[in-house]
């Protein structure tokens, strides 16, 4: 109804118009609309507060904050929202940060369980909780885990890159190539005595993974045609 009136009607105009006409059960769904966006403004402010605060390393403050955002957006949203998700992964980095790696996943995978519902392949949200995913199985020295989630998150950076090719608009981000070669490298010093099959096979994946994403960028900054398979 607030369309058909016009934008830049407020709800609670709209609200007491329905009231002055007797529009009861239309004014209330109003302000309960009013209350849930009115929620969700406060929510997000906060969780923007708090991940400042995380950066800040105050995560005990951080933790409680977000906690209580959760609380709001589940109330709102429902539980299986992308923003639900989005908090989860919050928690999950406050608790990586306190050293807590077994909550920590705990909460980074109930993310990736709504983000990977709810997101789109091209999200940038579902790789960085991947990314964590993968720091905390480091941390806990389960490299085969984080093998998994390196994966993953490459599959998710080729993918994402094959897009903005055909768009023309990649940049060459070598910066990033840097990192994830590092990364990979000191998974297979921590894994160069392991006989795991599957481990092997998910580093084989990775590396044809990694130079696929090198090659691309090589494609897109100087115009190349280059065949990936």
Same mark, same amino acid.
């Given at each position: ?6 934008? *830049?009607? @407020?709800?609670?105009? #709209? ?10 059960? !239309?004014a209330r769904k109003c302000y309960e609309r009013m209350v849930d966006e009115a929620l969700l403004t406060v929510a997000d402010a ?9 950066? =800040?390393?105050? =995560?005990?403050? @951080? ?11 589940? $109330? ?12 989860? =992964? ?10 807590? $790696? ?14 990977? !519902?709810?997101?789109? @392949?091209?999200?940038?949200? #579902? ?15 389960? $490299?085969?885990?984080? #093998?998994? +989630?390196?994966?993953?998150?490459? !599959?998710?950076? +080729?993918? /994402?890159? *094959?897009?903005?090719? &055909? ?6 981000? $070598? ?19 392991? *006989?795991?099959?599957? &481990?092997?096979?998910?580093? /084989?994946?990775?590396? *044809? #993974?990694? +130079? ?11 115009? =190349? ?5």
């Amino acid at each position: 109804m607030k369309q058909k009136i016009g934008d *830049s009607t @407020s709800l609670d105009s #709209l609200g007491k118009l329905l009231l002055r006409m007797d529009e009861n059960e !239309k004014a209330r769904k109003c302000y309960e609309r009013m209350v849930d966006e009115a929620l969700l403004t406060v929510a997000d402010a906060r969780l923007g507060l708090e991940w400042a605060h995380l950066r =800040c390393n105050n =995560c005990d403050e @951080s933790l409680k904050q977000f906690e209580e955002v959760l609380q709001i957006r589940e $109330y709102v949203l429902g539980e299986d929202h992308s923003n639900i998700g989005e908090t989860y =992964c919050f928690i999950g980095e406050v608790h990586l940060e306190n050293e807590d $790696y077994e909550q920590a996943l705990i909460d980074l995978h109930k993310a990736i369980k709504i983000q990977e !519902k709810t997101l789109s @392949s091209n999200s940038l949200d #579902l790789p960085a909780t991947y990314d964590s995913t993968e720091n905390a199985y480091t941390l806990m020295k389960k $490299y085969d885990l984080a #093998l998994e +989630y390196y994966e993953k998150t490459l !599959k998710i950076q +080729y993918y /994402q890159k *094959s897009l903005e090719i &055909s768009r023309k608009t990649l940049p060459p981000r $070598y910066q990033n190539i840097i990192e994830i070669e590092i990364a990979i490298r000191q998974i297979e010093s921590k894994m160069k005595h392991s *006989s795991n099959i599957q &481990s092997i096979n998910i580093l /084989q994946n990775i590396h *044809s #993974l990694f +130079y696929k994403n090198y090659i691309l960028l090589f494609h897109v900054r100087f115009n =190349c045609l280059i065949d990936l398979e």
